[in-house]
Nanobody
């Protein structure tokens, strides 16, 4: 089993920044992919950004240039630096760990951006 604990969400004004962290514990194997998804009320959960254990990244188009995903493999932690936040970024952000088709999710952290 894999446990994921997210932190760093909160309320911020438009144009501000937040940094999310997700610490993994349990049976962690490589290679793997960790990422952040988000879900706003009434919307489907969508991928925001992902990063492989080798450091390859992928971003949803609306966050390119504003968000940066990174990871510390020694700490089994993935980060999401979010800059120039917009009201439409408001959502619950979920951390995800994937290994050979097995997906594990964190409990989610709320990000609210006020205009």
């Amino acid at each position: 089993q894999v446990q994921l604990v997210e932190s760093g969400g909160g309320l911020v004004q438009a144009g501000g920044s937040l940094r999310l962290s997700c610490a993994a514990s349990g049976r962690i194997f490589s290679p793997n992919t960790m990422g952040w998804h988000r879900q706003a009320p009434g919307n489907h959960r969508e991928l925001v950004a992902s990063i492989t254990s080798r450091g390859s990244t992928n971003y949803e188009d609306s966050v390119k240039g504003r968000f940066t995903i990174s990871r510390d493999n020694a700490k089994k932690t993935v980060y999401l630096q979010m800059n120039n936040l917009k009201p439409e970024d408001t959502a619950v952000y979920y951390c995800k760990y994937s290994y050979f088709g097995n997906d594990y999710w964190g409990q989610g952290t709320q990000v609210t951006v006020s205009s």
